[in-house]
């Protein structure tokens, strides 16, 4: 499975935008990248994924560079709720193929 | 629809007892997967399966560590005999095709005393 990057940790204020990076420069052009989180004694919830193009939905943007060795997980307006355990995962959506986590960027959001 | 339900929540045990953990999967899920989550780390895949077939099995430590999933659908884990190490949340997933998004279950605490 193609390697991720993450900060160890990052920190917000509550009601400004996070931008949440990971690199992964081995990336292949099969790979979707995911991006999970886990609240506090929470098993890991879907946040976002995608291929090329920039993804937004209700919970966060996904910013995928050009050349897609780089990506950015954006929360527009940070709320004490999304204090968690970010991950960064590729994942080649085949049948069979698994998520491989490592050990994510860990959110603290600062009232 | 109803999320992933795994029990116990919690689960204490002396080393060299034995263990087991229950998932019950989101309906019609045919893919079920349980992690191995140790304090500190991301997850990690112990077991896959497909319907009541294994998929992948390859990181079960499989001398001390068993899981079936009998008419497809729950599934049980078990430990005999738990080391010390096996202390972490134990977490089942479920996914419609094994394709896309895993849904992912609160997980069972044990902790090996």
């Known amino acids: 499975d193609a390697k991720t990057t993450q900060p160890n940790s990052m920190e917000s204020n509550e009601e400004e935008p996070v931008h949440l990076p990971c690199n992964h420069s081995t990336i292949s052009g099969t790979d979707y990248i995911h991006w999970y989180r886990q609240l506090p004694s929470q098993g890991p919830e879907y946040v976002i994924h995608g291929l090329t193009s920039n993804v937004n939905n209700r919970m966060a943007s996904l910013a995928i560079a050009e050349d897609r060795k780089s990506s950015t997980l954006i929360l527009h307006r940070a709320t004490l709720r999304d204090a968690a355990v970010y991950y960064c995962?590729?994942?080649?959506?085949?049948?069979?193929?698994?998520?491989?986590f490592g050990p994510g960027t860990r959110l603290s959001v600062l009232p | 629809e109803a999320g992933v339900a795994q029990s116990p929540r919690y689960k204490i045990i002396e080393k060299r007892q034995s263990v087991a953990f229950w998932c019950n999967p989101i309906?019609?899920?045919?893919?079920l997967y349980w992690y191995q989550q140790i304090l500190g780390q991301g997850p990690k895949l112990l077991i896959q399966?497909?319907?009541?077939?294994?998929?992948?099995d390859s990181q079960l430590p499989k001398d001390r560590f068993s899981a079936e999933r009998l008419k497809g659908v729950d599934s049980t884990l078990k430990i005999q005999p738990a080391k010390l190490e096996d202390s972490a949340v134990y977490l089942c997933?479920?996914?419609?095709?094994?394709?896309?998004?895993?849904?992912f279950g609160s997980g069972t605490r044990l902790t090996v005393v």
């Open positions: 309906s019609g899920h045919a893919t």
């Open positions: 995962i590729l994942r080649v959506d085949n049948y069979g193929q698994n998520f491989v």
């Open positions: 399966f497909q319907n009541n077939g294994v998929v992948d």
């Open positions: 997933a479920s996914s419609r095709t094994g394709k896309g998004g895993y849904t």
